[in-house]
């Protein structure tokens, strides 16, 4: 009954003009990578304490004070190692001695983890809801740091960054596939950090942490105590560096450069409303068509907790979405298979604002396309 999948061929009209709907790495745009090539020997292969590379950091990090509407006091600082690493560092060099964490999900419980681990510090309180819905936290005077998650990368589901009221900890907010792409109060939160191959569309390997003074005070509290700090997990060295333009060892010049294209290219359309709009607009497709075609289902419940930058689409039984996978891959659609541990029949596509909701579109048609052979 079942036709043989490897001889589906989606028509050209319907494919998307960009196959790419992977989390990450994530789609780059071409004109990003073509500015790249422009500049390969001017700035690739040039050092990073000379000013070719400190101007671009120094772009880099005025941008997204703009793009995030930064209060004064808060810093841009950034550093190697993408997000995990920065689960690490605050680890190390936020945590005072106890934190909360709101786990729902493979990303949150990685940093819950680490802080677990840590010989150094108290007990964490970890808060888990359901994979597909989303914790709340609990106010609690004996907590320094809350650490909560804008995106949950692995379900699809997203919450609004608001400080626990009255909570006198501070707040540390995993914004690794949310940042740029979902809106958010800077007043809300004391660290936001994240890595740009997601959202800001560049490579992976590095990290940005947007501070505010009470975080750098807390930096520097830590860093007066008798606490051993590894150099490469010391945010005083990273604040430092940051502050000259610079990070403490080498970095990826070809990240930052593809980082300042996207950023610049946001500002330039009109800032963080222009970016999380777009991804409004691709939410708004896919869901509404997941919600009127019979087979599929929006994985998350609760309208509120779906995410604008990353989509997650149950299956009914009689079709199996790695099967479509399969065949959308064959066909240049690529990574919307979902993420692996969940074990759901579903399909998880990134909306993030390098995609063109038109292919958001193109893309529910080509599944819609592949479906229908698949049960001829
Ligand atoms: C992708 C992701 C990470 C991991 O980022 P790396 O740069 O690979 O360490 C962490 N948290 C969230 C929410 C993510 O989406």
């Known amino acids: 009954m079942a036709n043989n999948s490897s001889e589906i061929i989606i028509p050209s009209s319907l494919l998307p003009e960009d196959g790419r709907f992977g989390c990450g790495p994530s789609k780059v745009r071409p004109e990003a990578v073509d500015a790249l090539a422009k500049v390969g020997k001017a700035y690739l292969g040039t050092s990073h304490r000379q000013a070719t590379v400190k101007d671009m950091v120094g772009r880099l990090r005025s941008g997204l004070r703009d793009l995030f509407n930064l209060p004064e006091g808060y810093e841009v600082i950034l550093g190697n190692g ?3 690493y920065f689960w690490d560092i605050a680890t190390f060099a936020l945590i005072e001695s106890k934190s909360q964490h709101l786990s729902f999900g493979e990303f949150s419980s990685k940093f819950a983890a680490a802080s677990k681990a840590a010989p150094f ?3 964490p309180e970890i808060i888990v809801s359901e994979p597909g819905t989303r914790p709340f936290a609990k106010v609690n005077p004996e907590i320094d740091l809350y650490a909560l998650t804008h995106n ?4 699809g589901v997203s919450m609004d960054i608001r400080r626990p009221e009255g909570a006198h900890g501070i707040v540390a907010v995993d914004a690794t596939s949310a940042a740029g792409g979902l809106r ?6 004391d660290a936001y950090y994240f890595a740009p191959q997601k959202v800001f569309a560049s490579d992976g390997g590095l990290w940005v942490a947007l501070m505010s003074p009470a975080a750098l005070e807390r930096v520097a509290r830590i860093a007066e105590s008798k606490r051993w700090i590894p150099a490469s997990f010391d945010l005083t060295i990273c604040i430092d560096n940051s502050r000259l333009n610079q990070t403490y060892n080498t970095p990826a010049l070809a990240t930052i450069f593809l980082f300042v294209q996207q950023l610049e290219w946001m500002l330039d359309n009109g800032g963080l409303e222009f970016s999380t709009s777009r991804c409004d607009q691709s939410a708004k497709i896919l869901y509404d068509w997941a919600e009127r075609t019979e087979y599929a289902t929006p994985y998350v419940k609760d ?6 930058v990353v989509g997650t689409i149950d299956f009914s039984d009689n079709i199996d979405a790695a099967q479509v996978a399969k065949v959308l891959r064959k066909n240049g659609v690529i990574d919307v298979e979902p993420y692996r541990k969940l074990g759901r029949n579903q399909l998880r596509v990134a909306m993030f604002p390098a995609v063109e909701p038109g292919d ?9 396309f592949v479906v229908s052979r698949l049960a001829d």
């Open 121 to 123: 510090l108290d007990e």
């Open 82 to 84: 993408g997000a995990t």
């Open 152 to 155: 949950e990368t692995s379900t």
């Open 184 to 189: 958010v109060d800077p007043s809300q939160f």
């Open 303 to 308: 309208p509120a907790d779906r995410s604008h």
């Open 360 to 368: 958001i579109e193109a893309l529910t048609n080509c599944i819609d």
